[in-house]
């Protein structure tokens, strides 16, 4: 069982950053890939970014590639989202997710993923 709970969210400008945190209670952190996710109002959740159990590896959705950074700290059992040049279509609840799944497949995991936070709100605004 893991516990994920989300920090890190709120209000800004268009062109501001962010740092989005996850912290996992339990002792199985390393065993999970981890992902961001989002949904934004009247929309489906998507995956926003990705990263392997060891941390080499990353994966990011088309729409925030070169803008944000996934990273994990496996000691701390955290896992960071940077978001640099936030845009008016960042906004969304974010989650952080585990899942049990092979890495490369968090891409396509948001219907998968075996454990999920609760969110945290990001509203950029124009």
């Keep these: 069982q893991v516990q994920l709970v989300e920090s890190g969210g709120g209000l800004v400008q268009a062109g501001d950053s962010l740092r989005l945190s996850c912290a996992a209670s339990g002792r199985t952190f390393s065993r999970y890939v981890m992902g961001w996710f989002r949904q934004a109002p009247g929309k489906e959740r998507e995956f926003v970014a990705?990263?392997?159990?060891?941390?080499?590896?990353?994966?990011?959705?088309?729409?925030?590639?070169?803008?944000?950074?996934?990273?994990?700290?496996?000691?701390?059992?955290?896992?960071?989202?940077?978001?640099?040049?936030?845009?008016?279509?960042?906004?969304?609840?974010?989650?952080?997710?585990?899942?049990?799944?092979?890495?490369?497949?968090?891409?396509?995991?948001?219907?998968?993923?075996?454990?999920?936070?609760?969110?945290t709100l990001v509203t950029v605004s124009s």
């Design 50 to 119: 990705g990263i392997s159990r060891n941390a080499v590896s990353t994966y990011y959705a088309d729409s925030v590639k070169g803008r944000f950074t996934i990273s994990r700290d496996n000691a701390k059992n955290a896992v960071f989202l940077q978001m640099n040049s936030l845009k008016p279509e960042d906004t969304a609840v974010y989650y952080c997710a585990a899942g049990s799944l092979r890495d490369d497949l968090v891409v396509v995991a948001v219907n998968v993923m075996d454990y999920w936070g609760k969110g």
